[in-house]
């Protein structure tokens, strides 16, 4: 079930009511909430649910050991092992065959035979996001920053929790957790947020990625050898835009969708395109993934407690990780390498400045650096948006082929690119605005306050007409799902 559809909305609309419900009945309510969110990850495949009960079995009993044993180094031994067979099962599934086919060309170029065996094999939705929820929790309980979870149904719920479990955000199990045993909210705080949220997200993810994913990206990054130089470069843009939009509208709707369900969620973006460079890009992009890399990778590597060296190396460490968490091909690699250097060059830069004068490196930052980071970010993304590391390198040079001809351009494509990076610039205004004059609504005298309420309704059909009008006919599922 995809959160933009008829489908979700009907399951939401049962599952919602159902939630405020139960919530008298403590225990009804988790194993309402566990079954629900098993029946959503069945709806993808029922084999799935089947991965996710071992993985969160293995993972509540590990924690239990790690935390009774009496030797420290017993539980450094635990936990590696722990980390290892979580590493592993998330390596089966996601990259056995791409180390298969790695091998076998190595293989083959030194001239030796090889049968290695193939396997079918079908990468279940999510299990990144909830291995790595898993992994955090098991750290965290080594660390003492928790105390293992007693109830296996709590943590069940945690590692199984739908709204967050295809694509995240990521949350801790010492955010999630006292949630859960508390009850939740007694009553939905924010409400408008989470509707605006909501509604944001469905409006980013069908109107505007799907109109630009289906009227450029997709033909352009394909086959970029068709296409002008002008359309490549639309096309860069357009998937900077695509991949913000997409990934950003499921957390957004992950967000509002746990709101209403009385659950509080971290925020994942802010405003990421208007980084001035790449530490603050990825202090603004996908934030709890970033957060986790930085605790549980860049930190247990040493920093930046080890000199300035060792730090761009743990930079470059932590960054291919996320490359090849991403997926399982030499492109990711590269874009997980060019952010790694794009760190490193941040870390210098930043110490270069510290000796200008503040107004100075204010300016600087604004202009010249936001440019300079943002037309970089945007580059790299033909990596992550490529098929493969050859296809990424087509485009590329089909960017800088200066004898292309000329190509009719979708003003329309041109005008919503400009006008969605003029919103994400403005993300945060947008959606206080919407909430303000809901706000404002409430205080109007009451023929006013129908008057208005009928102008809201009008708006958010003209919102869905639009989105049924502009949005493709299939809705493709999320890009992250795939991770």
């Known amino acids: 079930m995809l959160f933009p559809t008829f489908e979700f909305f009907a399951f939401f609309v049962v599952v919602l009511a159902l939630n405020w419900i139960l919530k008298a009945k403590p225990l009804i309510w988790r194993l309402f909430l566990l079954a629900i969110s098993y029946f959503f990850y069945a709806t993808w495949n029922s084999r799935f649910v089947l991965l996710i009960f071992l993985i969160s079995v293995f993972n509540f009993f590990s924690a239990s050991f790690i935390d009774k044993a009496k030797e420290e180094k017993r539980k ?16 089966f599934f996601k990259y056995y065959n791409f180390f298969r086919d790695s091998a076998e060309i190595i293989l083959n170029k030194m001239g030796l035979t090889n049968n290695l065996l193939f396997l079918q094999i079908v990468l279940p939705i999510g299990l990144s996001f909830y291995i790595l929820r898993v992994i955090s929790y098991n750290i965290d309980v080594f660390r003492q920053k928790i105390a293992p979870e007693k109830s296996y149904l709590n943590f069940a719920i945690y590692v199984a929790f739908f709204p967050q479990l295809l694509a995240g955000p990521i949350m801790r199990a010492g955010d999630f957790l006292p949630q859960l045993k508390s009850g939740g909210a007694k009553t939905i705080a924010n409400l408008e947020k989470n509707f605006v949220l909501i509604l944001g997200g469905l409006f980013k993810k069908i109107v505007i990625a799907g109109y630009l994913t289906t009227n450029i990206v997709s033909d352009v990054f394909a086959v970029p050898q068709n296409h002008s ?37 971290p925020i994942n973006f802010n405003a990421s395109y208007s980084a001035v460079d790449f530490r603050d890009f990825w202090r603004r992009w996908h934030i709890t993934f970033s957060e986790w890399l930085r605790d549980y990778v860049y930190i247990p590597l040493g920093g930046n407690r080890k000199g300035r060296f060792r730090t761009y190396f743990n930079s470059l460490i932590t960054m291919l990780v996320s490359g090849l968490w991403h997926g399982a091909g030499l492109n990711y690699l590269a874009w997980g390498l060019l952010h790694g250097l794009g760190l490193v060059f941040s870390n210098i830069r930043n110490e270069a400045l510290q000796k200008w004068p503040n107004k100075a490196r ?34 590329i040079k089909q960017l800088f082929n200066w004898r292309t001809g000329i190509e009719p351009i979708d003003l329309y494509v041109v005008g919503l690119i400009i006008l969605s990076f003029i919103i994400f610039a403005l993300g945060r205004k947008i959606q206080n605005l919407f909430i303000s004059l809901i706000n404002f609504q409430r205080e109007l005298p009451p023929f006013l306050k129908i008057l208005s309420s009928f102008v809201s309704v009008l708006i958010i059909a003209l919102l869905v007409i639009l989105a049924l009008k502009l949005g493709p006919d299939i809705i493709p599922s999320f890009i992250y799902f795939k991770f």
């Open 362 to 395: 204010r300016n600087f930052e604004k202009l010249f650096s936001w440019f300079l980071t943002f037309n970089f970010i945007c580059f790299f993304w033909i990596f992550f948006g490529a098929a493969n590391l050859q296809n990424a390198f087509d485009i």
């Open 76 to 91: 450094k031994f635990l936990l590696a092992g722990t980390i290892i067979i979580n590493v592993l099962a998330l390596a």
């Open 229 to 265: 130089q002008l359309a490549v470069l639309l096309a860069m843009y357009a998937y900077a835009v695509v991949i913000y939009c997409d990934f950003s509208a499921y957390s957004d709707m992950a967000i509002g969708i746990a709101g209403l369900m009385g659950f509080k969620s």
